[in-house]
């Protein structure tokens, strides 16, 4: 068993040196928390984790499939770039532009690197390619998304024709609002060789734009042959997404991605005027994540877990999937860390892809010293500031008989001047008695 150290587990902990160091982590996201309250939004009180937890256990019990170490559920069926979304490995998604002609409150395109430059210029995509396919580079899915991609047509055909070219096995995607997915865009799409098309649905917008996006959804069904929708799930829209799904499932689509809402730390006075709060921990590892979206939005994961329940009570036939935030930051995590060559006491977890070590502090050091002595365990690492005692999880299970505390450290790989470093995100709480090393990590 894993005690996450939050402000309300912090003091269970016994051993003061131990206590002290899991206090550093503590200010690190306290102060992170207060950086996006600063931006102007507030953050809500309860955590509600356990919550989500039971409610992912009872959606498994009727039949929903978990995945990602239950970052993600669905029903039905999943796209298989999603499911390749887990790793990241052969997966490429590029851009025109980030030009839009929308302006979503939510949008956290601004947050991405050189968004002022990418608004106004345009990427060559198809040097793009054939570029990753002379420097031979496995590509297995791509996608293109934007801004909204359809603003440079010809230039969206011509990729498409490019992927087919360079790489005529990998399945294509798009992205777009559908505002101008119309016949003969959809009829050049098909000629290009697309397989996939995923269209946005805003739920503020006025019943007459919804429909217009609705009746593209069932024109693009006559021509790609996997249409989905994705979006973003906004708390307090629970009876406009019910009816939602139950028509998307009569246009016999192939499926929904039930996004876990963002607040991309800007537009803060539109997420207060909606009422809506940041979850109390957005990240269960709080890391500089390469994905843009933001912090997630209180109330959208609870709505979204129930619109599963909802479809599979409905019996619904498409696919239903919900996408968390936590689901979308594994593939950074697996790219940075596996198969990489470890430190003699770092474990690679296939929970969430980061390094995992063991780690006793104070007056639990010569207790389990002297336990490594007696067994002959001898790849241990001293450090004297702060001081602890680090080892790899495996020889926690060979400490049952000590009454001590044990940190259990989540750290990840780095590139820094070319060469690779240990950064420590985070440590929890584990005893030897408590601990399965099978579940645990």
């Not at 887990?86 to 851009?95: D, L």
């Not at 909606?274 to 994905?291: A, C, E, G, S």
């Not at 709505?303 to 930051?329: I, P, Q, W």
């Not at 420590?424 to 030897?432: G, I, M, Q, S």
Request: proline share 4%; hydrophobic share 35%; charged share 25%.
């Amino acid at each position: 068993m894993i005690v996450e150290i939050t402000p309300d587990t912090h003091e269970q902990i016994r051993n003061p040196a131990f206590a002290a160091y899991a206090g550093l982590y503590l200010d690190i996201y306290r102060n992170f928390m207060a950086q996006v309250r600063a931006t102007g939004i507030e953050i809500v009180e309860e955590d509600n984790t356990r919550r989500t937890q039971r409610r992912l256990q009872e959606l498994q019990e009727k039949g929903a499939k978990l995945r990602n170490s239950d970052r993600s559920v669905f029903l039905n069926r999943i796209s298989p770039a999603c499911v390749a979304c887990q790793k990241g490995v052969g997966s490429a998604t590029y851009f025109i532009s980030l030009q839009c002609h929308r302006d979503c409150y939510y949008c956290f395109n601004p947050n991405q690197v050189d968004y002022d430059y990418y608004s106004d210029h345009q990427r060559d995509l198809s040097e793009e390619l054939a570029q990753a396919r002379s420097a031979g580079h496995r590509i297995h899915h791509l996608a293109l998304t934007g801004g909204e991609p359809l603003v440079h047509k010809e230039e969206t055909y011509e990729f498409f024709r490019s992927a087919r070219q360079y790489y005529p096995r990998a399945h294509s995607r798009l992205y777009t609002t559908g505002d101008q997915a119309n016949d003969d865009v959809l009829q050049s799409l098909q000629e290009s060789g697309l397989q996939e098309i995923r269209f946005s649905i805003r739920m503020h917008d006025m019943a007459r734009g919804q429909r217009h996006t609705l009746e593209r959804i069932a024109r693009a069904t006559e021509y790609i042959p996997t249409v989905m929708v994705e979006m973003p799930v906004l708390p307090g829209t629970r009876q406009e997404m019910e009816a939602l799904l139950l028509e998307l499932d009569a246009l016999q689509i192939h499926s929904i991605n039930l996004l876990e809402f963002c607040y991309p730390l800007t537009n803060a006075d539109e997420f207060r005027q909606r009422d809506f709060k940041v979850k109390r921990r957005p990240y269960k590892t709080l890391y500089n994540y390469w994905y843009a979206g933001g912090v997630p939005i209180d109330g959208s994961e609870a709505l979204c877990l129930d619109l599963v329940e909802f479809a599979l009570e409905r019996e619904l036939t498409m696919g239903v999937h919900y996408c968390s935030l936590e689901n979308k930051l594994t593939g950074q995590n697996y790219q940075q860390n596996a198969g990489k060559a470890l430190p003699r006491t770092a474990y690679f977890s296939e929970n969430d892809y980061l390094l995992k070590s063991a780690k006793v502090f104070g007056t639990d050091i010569p207790k389990v010293y002297n336990a490594f002595r007696k067994n002959g365990y001898r790849n241990f690492q001293k450090n004297d500031e702060p001081r602890f005692l680090e080892f790899h999880v495996s020889q926690i299970e060979t400490l049952r008989d000590l009454d001590i505390e044990i940190g259990l450290s989540t750290s990840t790989l780095e590139q820094r001047q070319g060469d690779e470093y240990v950064r420590e995100l985070k440590v929890d709480l584990t005893t030897p008695q408590t601990f399965d090393m099978a579940r645990d990590v």
